[in-house]
């Protein structure tokens, strides 16, 4: 059996994240659409890098804006992808973790040959 990997990419319809800023309408693609350096770069908080590839003239406003803008429109985007700053969208299906704390054990418990030094 060969997995298509062609038809997975055509089949698949991840909408837009359309937004208005400075009186103009820009079209930013779905985080999940975003190349690995980009998505990456994005997890990262690197977001003008990567609007600098996807949306040029979206970029060249916001390099003149407040902060604000940029990490106001960065949570919007991560959130209409489903996901949150921090998190790749490749982990966004993770699931939650099972780890327990460990258990707290006594010095006596320790082996000798655990807590002995040799010099070399």
Do not use: N, Y
Request: hydrophobic content about 40%.
């Amino acid at each position: 059996m060969t997995f298509d990997l062609d038809a997975v990419l055509r089949e698949s319809t991840f909408p837009p994240f359309v937004i208005t800023f400075g009186g103009r309408e820009h079209e930013l693609p779905h985080v999940e659409m975003l190349t690995p350096e980009q998505a990456v770069a994005c997890a990262s908080g690197r977001m003008l890098d990567v609007l600098e590839d996807v949306a040029p003239d979206l970029h060249a406003a916001l390099v003149r804006s407040p902060q604000l803008a940029v990490s106001r429109l960065m949570q919007a985007w991560l959130e209409h992808a489903g996901t949150s700053e921090g998190e790749s969208s490749a982990s966004s299906s993770s699931s939650r973790s099972t780890a327990r704390p460990s258990k707290r054990t006594s010095r006596s418990s320790v082996s000798a040959s655990a807590t002995s030094v040799r010099a070399v």
